[in-house]
């Protein structure tokens, strides 16, 4: 079974290594990949930067090479409802850009509600724009259920959907409703929505007052990550065999928004 993981920064996937001997580094460019095999799946971790566009292309340049049997994206977001803490860890239901009038909605095998039951993992709608927006003002767009806002999700879904490809989405809340980022994270990041030290560094320097949101944002995307991590290690290693049938279930709704509000 070839499985195909994508996640943004390296600070969502570090703590991945811990579970996984095998882990190895296959590419440095474009894109960092790595690769580890479990028993019946051989897996590929691409990091591919924040944004629609660097994971949109990442996508694109791995479908490029062979059609994995499932695809993976697991990452960071920003809680839209109180009963989603930081750290707390969201397979999305559902996907929409919040430019577009169309929602993506998963179809999942009842096996995978005792999956994420077992796990802790709370059922979330996702809501991706970029640049992010207010989360109290878009949390009522979930009209009191829970939701996180995200940068890429709706786009890979798309992608997914359009190629018939399984995909499935991790989430973990790396600050809640009632968190400010504190900082704008176009001032941290590349043009590849890679975070770097030279960006931190000259925000710290020009608005010192940053200092502070650095360090509690530092504090709960730990928190996130661990948290993420294990849940993601949890689904990867479900047996093959399951695995598979679970994927060869998953679908991919594309459905208007107008319909889906009523």
Same mark, same amino acid.
């Given at each position: 079974?070839?499985?195909?993981?994508l996640?943004?920064?390296?600070?969502?996937?570090? !703590? @991945?290594?811990?579970?996984?001997?095998?882990?190895?580094?296959?590419?440095?460019r474009?894109?960092?990949?790595? $690769?580890?095999?479990?028993? *019946?799946?051989?897996?590929? @971790?691409v /990091?591919t930067?924040?944004?629609?566009k !660097?994971a949109k /292309?990442?996508?694109?340049?791995?479908?490029?090479?062979?059609?994995?049997d499932?695809?993976? %994206?697991?990452? +960071?977001?920003?809680?839209?409802?109180p =009963? @989603?803490?930081v750290g707390?860890v969201?397979?999305?239901?559902?996907?929409?850009e919040?430019?577009?009038e169309?929602?993506?909605?998963?179809r999942?095998? =009842?096996g995978?509600?005792?999956?994420?039951?077992?796990?802790h993992?709370?059922?979330?709608?996702? %809501?991706s724009?970029?640049?992010p927006?207010?989360?109290?003002?878009?949390?009522a767009?979930?009209?009191g259920?829970?939701?996180?806002?995200?940068? /890429?999700?709706?786009t890979l879904a /798309?992608?997914?959907?359009q190629?018939q490809?399984?995909?499935?989405? +991790?989430r973990a809340?790396?600050? $809640?409703?009632?968190?400010?980022?504190?900082f704008?994270?176009s =001032?941290?990041?590349?043009?590849?929505?890679?975070?770097?030290l030279a *960006?931190?560094?000259?925000t710290?320097?020009?608005?010192?007052?940053?200092?502070?949101?650095?360090?509690l944002?530092?504090g709960?995307?730990?928190?996130?990550?661990?948290?993420?991590?294990?849940?993601v290690?949890?689904?990867?290693?479900?047996? $093959?065999p399951?695995?598979?049938?679970?994927?060869?279930?998953?679908?991919?709704?594309?459905?208007?928004?107008?319909?889906?509000r009523?």
């Amino acid at each position: 079974m070839k499985v195909l993981v994508l996640t943004a920064l390296p600070q969502e996937y570090s !703590p @991945l290594k811990r579970f996984f001997p095998s882990w190895r580094s296959i590419q440095r460019r474009p894109f960092k990949k790595f $690769a580890f095999s479990l028993p *019946g799946k051989e897996i590929n @971790l691409v /990091e591919t930067g924040m944004g629609t566009k !660097p994971a949109k /292309e990442a996508l694109t340049v791995q479908l490029a090479g062979v059609t994995p049997d499932l695809v993976i %994206f697991f990452g +960071f977001a920003g809680g839209l409802h109180p =009963d @989603l803490p930081v750290g707390a860890v969201c397979l999305t239901v559902s996907a929409r850009e919040l430019s577009s009038e169309v929602e993506f909605r998963f179809r999942f095998p =009842d096996g995978l509600a005792d999956f994420l039951a077992k796990n802790h993992i709370k059922p979330v709608m996702a %809501f991706s724009a970029e640049p992010p927006g207010n989360k109290r003002a878009l949390s009522a767009l979930a009209a009191g259920q829970p939701a996180v806002l995200d940068m /890429e999700t709706a786009t890979l879904a /798309e992608m997914a959907w359009q190629s018939q490809i399984p995909f499935v989405c +991790f989430r973990a809340v790396s600050d $809640a409703i009632g968190h400010d980022l504190g900082f704008d994270l176009s =001032d941290i990041s590349d043009e590849r929505g890679r975070i770097r030290l030279a *960006g931190v560094f000259a925000t710290l320097i020009s608005k010192p007052a940053t200092m502070k949101a650095f360090y509690l944002s530092w504090g709960r995307s730990r928190l996130a990550a661990r948290n993420l991590c294990k849940s993601v290690a949890a689904f990867l290693e479900i047996p $093959a065999p399951m695995l598979g049938r679970m994927a060869r279930e998953l679908r991919i709704e594309r459905t208007p928004v107008s319909i889906v509000r009523n």
